[in-house]
């Protein structure tokens, strides 16, 4: 989390003493200072109905496989230093023995997966579906690789396109339709929820609702070719007037650019980019990679692989292929004029 | 005997075998070592059915895989260590982690067992080779040209990348153009083939070629696991196969059953490979978990403890597997119902399992345990199987498996299982049965270093993992950036596998001297209870002199055991020998049945298993004049095989009784 004062509620001493126990001191103080900044760690932190009760599910599971675990090694260490009565060395036990290790070791473990399996089912029934109807519906798109995000409305002129960034306003459950332009690629915001393949061909659907204001990682966890590692996005969490006004500027087409440089970079753009990218407001319609008209409100580029600055933006252009090598936009060679006009047109994009 | 024989309903053997003893350089011996006796040289070599041989080779063969397998981890490993490194690019990244996994769980994991179990068996059984050993032939023969073929592309910077579940509609002709996903379709339908057939011999090898008296509960647990995995095989192999098959004939035919654009399912794709991939699962564990049954009790000094309960356990684990393939689809959108279901079943799984870890702790604790190397590696193992088992219930809790899928905690988990229940049975299996094998002892000092720089490289290796999964790394996923939080974790990771191929290393390295210098080998040196320890270290080429007649689940121990008055009889029994013979038996009492009549060794196999590779070469190639050649080269080999021989007459013709005169 980029947000120093949001703290999660739940990862107090509990969390923290599972996670201990779980590795086992193999990796103390190194993996707790890093867990700190793990923007993906779903086991000590949640911030919503749809994965909490998850959450306290896997503390539940992993506080008894630690359990279990400690107990038959423990079993194993008696079996095998226990002190033996001397025997005669060529004797050889009683084949019938010792069936009530195998009663009781498998009736107790009986008892307890069928407590957990239950706990599994009710859990599984709890954030199958939110509490209450969702009131507002995002379709995302996974593409080779990045996110199209669109926003519904009954209205179509109060619809909009923006990608690798979705807000959602606090305390409210979304649903989110997920559909895959390519292949199979997985929808994962770790602190809000889990996972859903999105399927070529195949409705899928899930929810999430944010408790707490912040900016929350998701990941593509479906391989999905060269650029796997290197789909992400961020679930921005804000208030509900936040998000209005939020929704209100991204309606919002562009003002066609009035500065001779930048107009100079519209052009470029509309020649060079408008193939695959669109601009609502100055005719730029492509449909196979990121809609920009809002570029500058976005806090990342390339799907989650730099922040959004001026200069990442240029070197995003200019070495794309080294970047995110296999990335479906080709490398430009542009000259420094050129750059300087596209950067500039770029500027305006808020 | 004779009342056995008589009961045998008509028509009548025409022959009743003689009962006797041969001893090691008696004429009757040596005329047997003669009968059985593959040619020297490259004939032999090439033409050999002896079950040993291909045992062997089995192992050797998979062997080489796992070195191979093990080097592209080690690759990915060093991209790893560290975040945003560059020593590989994405597609050789892709490549690598997708040769891994075929080359660990198809062309290591199973035939490595099939290697111990083609060895093993018969002589456990008490048999003088396999069911059909020109068929098991040729499951060798197409295992080494099937995994020959699946590394073709490779060097060629064109291998197979889409992981070894292989997804569609990212291996769609659409996404992926190369030959590449075109050779693991085509290299899984002909592995699929040895698959089947060896599977076929595995079952028809423990119904009928059992010694007399080896009624079905005095077997062996290792062939009761290698038994489950063959039938389950006979019945999750076609739906790989089919699989395969589909996804080529899209991608070559155009045909459309995966394409969505076209109608097809993607999700058909996930259906059929689970369906296959979990039973596929427990067929490369249940015979590794045999090895420790029958091979843990031996250093307890005792029997193991429920051999019913986990004789039983097996067979409900595979039954169970093939009901819960839908945890590999938890995330992928299917109805709660459903997901309810075969969560539950996935959870219901461990039972029998528990089963089987209570009844080895029983065994150690109710035993006197022998710290030996072997033994190290299984009680170890007890310890791995159950992290992998506890972490796969983490896995089926539905919604936290919508967390964990597809992280490095199911990385973790499937390492465990995988490593944890196969390689380390397997290498304590090879220091067990290495004597039997070779003759020698392998060296214990060394063998001591190599179980635990495996052990503690093995843990410091895989058990990271599960933590950079919690964190959310996921798989497949060629480099990182550094403010994940998955920085050690990786580093220590990358660190443990190094160790732990170095653990590898020292077992290579132990084994090959042995080979040459280790001390010589009594025939039982483990004092075991089996029938393989009955016979010399290494194994004459026909086994058992004599058919031997058990009464007990331990013959070797009988004397010791407090189990009534009955004793086998190791050294007299049935001489058969006229030509390669050996005895069949009732299925589920092992009563004399017939006198099977047993294949010389024969070029065929390799020529059918050949052929078959060849025309597969021509399918990818679209060479197709030659692929027709190579189809008709294959049915004259099989013709070849199939053609009709005296020798091989399994009754003598009733106009020339041969009844010989019973020895009483």
């Known amino acids: ?350 | 005997m004779k009342d056995a024989v008589e009961s045998t309903p008509e028509p009548r053997l025409s022959r009743v075998p003689e009962v006797g003893s041969a001893p090691i350089g008696s004429a009757a011996e040596m005329r047997l070592a003669e009968i059985w006796e593959s040619a020297p040289g490259w004939r032999g070599w090439l033409s050999t059915v002896d079950h040993k041989e291909i045992g062997l080779r089995y192992l050797v063969t998979a062997f080489i895989f796992l070195l191979m397998g093990g080097i592209e981890a080690l690759i990915m490993r060093l991209q790893l260590a560290r975040p945003e490194q560059t020593l590989l690019t994405p597609e050789q990244y892709n490549q690598l982690f997708t040769m891994h996994g075929v080359t660990m769980i198809f062309l290591y994991s199973l035939p490595v067992l099939s290697g111990f179990s083609n060895y093993l068996w018969p002589l456990m059984l008490g048999s003088r080779d396999m069911a059909f050993p020109r068929l098991n032939a040729l499951s060798y023969w197409l295992f080494l040209f099937a995994g020959i073929f699946l590394y073709a592309s490779f060097p060629l910077g064109e291998g197979p990348n889409a992981g070894w579940f292989n997804y569609v509609p990212f291996t769609g002709l659409e996404f992926n153009t190369g030959p590449n996903i075109d050779v693991y379709a085509l290299g899984m339908v002909l592995l699929g083939i040895s698959t089947t057939v060896g599977a076929i011999n595995f079952i028809v090898t423990l119904f009928r070629m059992r010694a007399p008296g080896m009624s079905i509960d005095k077997v062996p647990i290792l062939v009761w696991g290698t038994l489950t995995a063959s039938v389950a095989n006979v019945f999750a192999v076609p739906s790989a196969s089919l699989a395969f098959f589909l996804l080529w004939l899209d991608r070559n035919a155009s045909t459309h059953f995966f394409d969505a654009i076209n109608g097809g399912k993607p999700m058909l794709w996930q259906h059929l490979f689970w369906m296959f991939g979990h039973p596929w699962v427990y067929a490369v564990v249940l015979p590794a978990m045999g090895i420790v049954s029958d091979a843990l009790p031996t250093f307890c000094r005792r029997p193991l403890v429920g051999y019913s309960a986990v004789a039983l356990s097996t067979m409900a684990t595979m039954l169970l597997g093939f009901g819960v393939w839908i945890h590999h689809m938890f995330a992928t959108g299917l109805p709660t119902l459903a997901l309810s279901f075969f969560g539950a079943t996935s959870m219901v799984i461990s039972i029998p399992s528990a089963v089987a870890v209570f009844a080895w702790i029983a065994t150690i604790w109710l035993g006197r345990p022998v710290f030996s190397t072997p033994f190290l590696f299984f009680a170890g193992f007890v310890l791995l199987f159950v992290v992998g088992g506890l972490s796969g219930v983490m896995t089926a809790a539905v919604p936290f498996d919508f967390q964990l899928n597809e992280t490095y905690f199911v990385v973790a988990h499937l390492h465990y299982v995988l490593l944890g229940i196969n390689v380390f049975p397997v290498v304590g299996g090879i220091y067990y049965w290495f004597p039997k094998f070779f003759g020698r002892m392998m060296n214990e000092t060394w063998g001591k270093w190599s179980f635990w720089v495996m052990f503690i490289g093995f843990n410091l290796g895989f058990f990271p993992m599960h933590l950079a999964g919690l964190l959310g790394m996921p798989r497949r996923i060629y480099t990182y950036a550094p403010n994940m939080g998955w920085n050690t974790v990786n580093l220590i990771t990358s660190i443990g596998s190094f160790i732990f191929a170095s653990g590898i290393l020292i077992f290579l390295v132990n084994l090959v001297i042995s080979l040459r210098r280790g001390a010589l080998a009594a025939q039982n040196p483990w004092d075991a209870s089996t029938l393989e320890w009955a016979i010399p270290s290494p194994p004459p080429p026909y086994n058992f002199a004599v058919i031997p007649l058990i009464a007990s689940r331990h013959p070797l121990w009988e004397d010791r055991l407090d189990e009534g008055e009955r004793r086998s009889s190791l050294l007299e029994g049935y001489l058969l020998m006229q030509g390669r013979e050996t005895l069949g038996t009732t299925p589920l009492d092992a009563k004399p049945d017939v006198i099977l009549k047993m294949p010389d060794d024969s070029y065929t196999p390799f020529f059918l298993g050949l052929a078959s590779t060849l025309a597969f070469a021509g399918l990818l190639l679209d060479w197709r004049q030659f692929t027709l050649l190579m189809t008709l080269a294959a049915g004259l080999a099989l013709t070849v095989w199939m053609w009709p021989r005296t020798s091989l007459a399994q009754r003598v013709p009733r106009r020339e009784p041969m009844r010989e005169k019973n020895h009483d």
């Not at chain 1, 079996?79 to 001397?86: N, S």
């Not at chain 1, 070529?200 to 060269?226: D, H, K, M, S």
């Open chain 1, 1 to 350: 989390m980029n947000d120093s004062g949001l703290r999660c509620r739940h990862c107090a001493a509990v969390g923290s003493a599972f996670f201990s126990m779980v590795s086992a001191a193999m990796l103390s103080s190194a993996a707790e200072a890093e867990t700190e900044a793990a923007p993906l760690n779903y086991f000590l932190h949640s911030y919503g109905p749809a994965s909490t009760p998850t959450m306290y599910l896997g503390w539940v599971f992993a506080a008894i496989a630690v359990a279990v675990f400690l107990i038959i090694a423990l079993l194993l260490a008696g079996a095998l230093f226990r002190k033996r009565a001397v025997d005669e060395p060529a004797s050889i036990g009683r084949d019938n023995q010792g069936m009530r290790w195998i009663y009781i070791g498998t009736g107790v473990s009986t008892c307890i997966l069928f407590a957990l399996a239950v706990y599994v089912l009710i859990t599984l029934n709890t954030i199958s579906r939110p509490a209450r109807t969702p009131a507002l519906t995002v379709t995302v798109t996974g593409y080779d690789w990045w996110w199209k995000v669109e926003y519904e409305d009954n209205d179509p002129a109060r619809r909009f396109v923006t990608a690798n960034e979705i807000h959602i306003p606090i305390g409210l459950p979304v649903l989110v339709k997920l559909k895959s332009a390519d292949v199979i690629h997985a929808f994962w915001v770790p602190m809000l929820a889990g996972k859903t393949q999105m399927i070529p061909g195949q409705a899928n659907e899930q929810w999430l609702e944010a408790e707490v204001e912040g900016i929350y990682r998701g990941q593509c966890t479906q391989y999905c070719g060269l650029q796997h590692a290197h789909m992400g996005f961020e679930v921005v969490a804000q208030s509900p007037a936040d998000f209005r006004a939020w929704q209100d500027e991204q309606r919002r087409a562009v003002i066609p650019a009035s500065a001779a440089d930048a107009v100079a970079g519209q052009h470029f753009f509309i020649e060079r980019c408008a193939g695959c990218h669109s601009v609502r407001g100055i005719g730029a319609a492509g449909a196979h990679a990121p809609d920009l008209t809002h570029l500058n409100s976005r806090r990342l580029i390339a799907a989650g692989l730099l922040t959004n600055t001026p200069e990442h933006q240029v070197e995003w252009i200019m070495h794309v292929q080294k970047l995110k090598p296999g990335d479906r936009m080709p490398g430009f060679e542009l000259s420094s004029s050129e750059i300087a006009a596209l950067s500039a047109f770029l500027s305006t994009l808020n």
